[in-house]
């Protein structure tokens, strides 16, 4: 049986990889600060997203590695906190270029998560993979994630990194945040409402790494979202229709830092446009079961 190691494999997008890996009959192992027993044959180990330790014995024979570890986003942006998201990033893609090193047998494949916030703010402008850098904080910290990838010196492993849009599920990420609040009529567009978001439901994200895994022509960068990025406002406007609340009043800047500030959030993240393109995907024959955004509402909010 193949085996498969998901580093930060028991958070939201961690566990819909379990799920899908699972059904391919990989044998599933998860690296996670705190493991526990499982009764569906997957097994948990500990890892502290730092150091080589124990666990690297897990990939020694393996047939693929993801990594999903780091901090997340969703935070208030300090110099603290963006620190913690910065070394959380780094320190887990050298600790498993460090593992698959001492391994006999080494990895086929390493999937590493990147994000679209490598572009930085792209206005109005559509990025496709080619895209250089963007200039803000978070792709600043993407660039440094990225670099840290390109310089893992594993030879014998095919490496593909996936920039991660905005994320659709149902059981976690920001959507059901938004359909509550949607809900409550306070669904409105965030400041202008002019500004892009790259989105990508869990499911099609799942068969993006799946792919990633299990075809061998796949190798470099990939914008892992869906094709038809849309505004700010025409999101929220599909989701209002979705929770039959034909209007709510847009949320000005200052509303939205607000909101931001009570949820413990980083306004930055609803205000930024990030426009992007899944250019090499398509190219690669990806065929997404949604994409675009009504049907994937549906699904999920109905």
Not at 43 to 48: C, K, P, Y
Not at 173 to 194: D, I
Not at 244 to 252: I, K, L, Y
Not at 267 to 277: G, N, P
Request: aromatic letters at 8%; hydrophobic letters at 45%; glycine letters at 10%.
């Amino acid at each position: 049986m193949r085996r498969i190691v998901i580093a930060g494999g028991s958070g939201f997008t961690g566990q819909a990889l379990v799920a899908a890996f699972s059904a391919r009959e990989f044998e599933v192992v998860v690296l996670t600060r705190s493991p526990r027993k499982r009764q569906d044959g997957v097994r948990e180990a500990v890892w502290d997203g730092k150091h080589v330790a124990e666990w690297r014995q897990l990939l020694d024979g393996a047939d693929a590695v993801i990594n999903l570890a780091g901090q997340s986003i969703n935070c208030p942006h300090t110099p603290e906190n963006l620190r913690v998201i910065i070394t959380s990033r780094v320190d887990s893609v050298t600790a498993i270029a460090g593992a698959i090193g001492k391994a006999a047998t080494t990895p086929r494949v390493w999937v590493q998560a990147s994000a679209t916030g490598f572009y930085g703010d792209t206005g109005d402008v559509c990025r496709d993979e080619s895209a250089p850098v963007g200039s803000d904080v978070l792709a600043k910290i993407c660039r440094q994630w990225e670099a840290a990838f390109a310089a893992a010196n594993v030879p014998a492993t095919r490496k593909v990194a996936l920039r991660i849009g905005f994320v659709l599920g149902r059981d976690g990420g920001a959507l059901p945040v938004l359909s509550k609040l949607t809900k409550w009529f306070l669904g409105g567009a965030a400041g202008g409402g002019r500004q892009y978001i790259s989105w990508i439901h869990l499911a099609d994200l799942a068969r993006m790494f799946v792919a990633a895994v299990e075809n061998e022509k796949l190798s470099g960068t990939f914008n892992a979202v869906a094709p038809g990025a849309v505004t700010n406002a025409a999101f929220m406007r599909e989701l209002r229709r979705t929770r039959h609340r034909p209007w709510t009043p847009p949320a000005p800047v200052f509303a939205v830092k607000l909101g931001a500030r009570l949820l413990g959030s980083e306004a930055s993240l609803a205000l930024v446009s990030q426009r992007c393109a899944p250019k090499k995907f398509l190219a690669a024959g990806f065929q997404f079961q949604f994409a675009e955004l009504a049907p994937a509402l549906d699904h999920l909010c109905r």
